[in-house]
């Protein structure tokens, strides 16, 4: 029973476009939400975060919007660039201090030239 | 300066032995865990301590056994290896208990049990 999920395990985008990256979650409790970004053979880096009680966050080229009502969540990188190619993962917890990170599956995102 | 260092990188061993995953993190941070990513992807929490104390212990089989002998370090000892438990074990960290620190995380350990 997965309760974070990111239905798209690839997306390819091209260079200068913009990548929305898409994240659904199932348990009404989840408060806090972060997206972390994978390089092969790396671990995860975080990325952007939001509370629950904000709807759009940003940070540079980054911006993560949340709708709560249909318990959605996406990433939004504009403008692309080829060093953004990675796994984006999105994660979940109920509150902002808990420790306990509930991962979705990963998207993979190709940024061709 | 790697932040958070796992030790080895890859692990190749048979089912029925007993093996080790080390980390180390040079964060200052009070706060490390260890999550299993499985076939599917999904990162699963396995433990947490914080300043040593376990506080994190999801339904993971008692052949694992986390031991964190300081704050900066927390190891992962697996008994009797299974082929089930080939998957890739990361370690992170993060400072204070009940704060919105990210978690920092290691490159990862790919045990494949033969």
């Known amino acids: 029973d997965q309760q974070v999920k990111q239905n798209s395990p690839s997306l390819s985008v091209q260079e200068g476009r913009i990548s929305i990256l898409n994240c659904d979650y199932t348990?009404?409790?989840?408060?806090?939400f972060l997206w972390y970004k994978k390089y092969p053979a790396e671990g995860p880096t975080f990325l952007i975060s939001?509370?629950?009680?904000?709807d759009k966050n940003e940070d540079g080229r980054f911006t993560v919007f949340l709708n709560k009502s249909a318990k959605h969540l996406s990433l939004h990188i504009v403008p692309s660039q080829p060093g953004d190619s990675a796994v984006y993962f999105c994660a979940a917890k109920p509150w902002e201090g808990a420790q306990k990170l509930v991962f979705g599956q990963g998207t993979r995102l190709t940024i061709n030239p | 300066d790697t932040a958070v260092s796992q030790t080895p990188k890859y692990l190749v061993t048979q089912m029925g032995n007993d093996k080790s995953i080390k980390c180390e993190q040079n964060?200052?941070?009070?706060?490390m865990y260890w999550y299993k990513q499985d076939s599917k992807k999904f990162l699963k929490i396995m433990f947490s301590y914080n300043n040593k104390e376990l506080i994190i212990n999801e339904t993971v089989p008692n052949r694992f056994s986390p031991k964190s002998p300081d704050k900066a370090h927390l190891n992962l000892h697996i008994n009797s290896l299974e082929l089930g438990d080939s998957a890739v074990y990361f370690c992170?960290?993060?400072?204070?208990?009940?704060?919105?620190?990210?978690?920092?995380f290691g490159d990862g350990t790919r045990l494949s049990i033969l």
């Open positions: 348990n009404s409790m989840f408060d806090y």
């Open positions: 964060l200052g941070h009070d706060t």
């Open positions: 992170a960290s993060s400072q204070g208990r009940f704060t919105n620190q990210p978690q920092h």
């Open positions: 939001i509370s629950s009680i904000k």
